[in-house]
């Protein structure tokens, strides 16, 4: 299939900073710490989303949470994503990114749909209680702006079909000072079921209008991400799941904005020495091999789809616990093994079915101001556990 073409791409601008590609490496807990960051950012250029950090663990300096916000030299600009449900914890975590000089750039978490975090009210359950969310992105905003850092926000389109979001949350952002918005063009319902909604993805496009307008969901190639853009006049793409195993798929989203038609099409023996280097920085991450080796073993599945490779050594890699071992095993494959194609393409990582209902807190849909036991419950909500 040849590449959609489009009339002109436009540097994707949030706040100071400026990248040609208009891509953004969506957050994602427990994969995008600076290991993962950096690997993708090799290959391309874009914006690279550190894992969600809980406002609450940043402010009392949690250490894994102080791990997860560490950047390397070559990172920049550095974008720290936070999440939080009370507007005086996330102020207080936004001035200390600025005070310590953490990030360059800061991403507000109002699309988590897990149920251990919108039962307190937060991520996609959030944007519901409209002036906790105006109060929080205005406060976070004000802090931001000290350091001349942009604050954007990302959310999902609403908790289900029946209490949508977006247009009244994209509109309050884009008041309140945010530099630009992402919607994932799912409720929090959806889950990570279906198809993304790209129609929804317009219409915020067509309500906010001053600021950038990001599109999330279901961008599993360089096509997908230009079709996105066709469709829905965007300014840029987030790309989650799409490059989990393939990171080299942020070289292909450059030539596909560039107008250029090639596309990586790795054989085994580049995918292994990729899969390598990411286990390597996942070591210099943890400072420890056992932990860094533990992490590319959820990894490992994603590398070799659609690669002809027995279940035994996949096996035995999903178990690696050094380096060395780890060399031993990639060596041991069919590394002449070519590009297998369409079977190393597309969906990848969560998928899952709908919620029949989203937890949230008693009372939560009553209506959209916050008042009575569960305002009380948001100054307690914060979570303390970083990382999703
Ligand atoms: C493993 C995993 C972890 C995620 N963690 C976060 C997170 O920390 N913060 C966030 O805003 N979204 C998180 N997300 C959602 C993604 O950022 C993205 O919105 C979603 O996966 C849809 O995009 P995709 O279809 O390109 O994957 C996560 C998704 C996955 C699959």
Redesign the pocket.
Known sequence: MSAPTLTAVQPLRIGPHVSPTPVVL??????TNTAYRQLCREHGEGFYVS??VTSRALVERHAETMRLVTFTASERPRSL?LYGVDPTTVAAAVRMVVEDDLADHVDL?F??PVPKVTRKGGGSALPWKAELFRSIVRGAVAEASRGGIPLTV?MRKGIDDDHLTYLQAGKAAEQEGAAAVAL?GRTASQH?SGQ?DWEAIARLKETVTTIPVLG????WSAEDALEMVRRTGCDGV?????CLGRPWLFADLEAGFAGREDRVKPGLRQVAQVLRRHAELLVEFYGDELRGCRDIRKHVSWYLKGYPVGGDVRARLGLVDTLEALDELLDSLDLDLPYPGAAAEGSR??AGSPQARVALPEGWLDDQELTGPAAEMIRQAELSVSG?
């Open positions: 969506a957050p994602m807990a427990g994969i894992e969600m994503q978490n699309g988590c990302k994932h990570y993304a999330n969901g279901d961008v987030v790309v989650g799941r799409g990582g969560r999703g």
